[in-house]
């Protein structure tokens, strides 16, 4: 996290300057926005 935050981020995780491993899912479209159905 950085150094300097304004005083309503500097929470919790955030409450002093650290580093933190993340797992994250990066989702794209395909450009097409269908509904939530599933095609039998």
């Known amino acids: 996290m950085y150094a300097g935050l304004p005083p309503e981020l500097v929470q ?4 002093k300057p650290s580093e933190h491993k993340v797992y ?3 989702s794209t479209n395909a ?10």
């Open 12 to 15: 919790g995780p955030f409450a």
């Open 31 to 40: 450009g097409n926005i269908l509904p939530d159905v599933v095609s039998p």
């Open 24 to 26: 994250m899912r990066l």
